[in-house]
């Protein structure tokens, strides 16, 4: 049984920074996407969106939203993936969930990740 659980995420004021983490656990680490996507308040599921996704060859992709702010980084040895966020802005306020791919194709689509976490919500105050 693939798990995976996310912390980190908290109240904030803008220019702010957290940091996301989510544990796996029963996950195979060969041929993934890691990624970890959004979901602001009054969207639909369907909406979530990509914010950051870091693939078995390390390499990573983040929205355009999130370059320069957000590092998206893997702790093979502690089965975890990070999200560090800097200067948080309000339109950041989102549930944020982590989620798995495998295989990976573009680990940019929704649809490709068939394990997701619970979400922790991220509060950016102005």
């Known amino acids: 049984l693939v798990q995976l659980v996310e912390s980190g995420g908290g109240s904030v004021q803008a220019g702010g920074s957290l940091r996301l983490s989510c544990v796996t656990s029963?996950?195979?680490?060969?041929?993934?996407?890691l990624a970890w996507f959004r979901q602001a308040p009054g969207k639909d599921r369907k909406e979530r969106e990509v914010v950051a996704v870091i693939d078995s060859a390390a390499d990573t992709t983040y929205a355009d939203s999130a370059k320069g702010r957000f590092t998206i980084t893997l702790d093979l040895a502690g089965n975890t993936v990070y999200l560090n966020m800097t200067a948080l802005k309000p339109e950041d306020t989102a549930l944020y969930y982590c989620a798995a791919a495998q295989p990976c194709y573009t680990g940019t689509r929704m649809g490709e990740y068939i394990y997701w976490g619970r979400g922790t919500q991220v509060t950016v105050s102005s």
């Open positions: 029963g996950f195979t680490y060969r041929g993934y996407c």
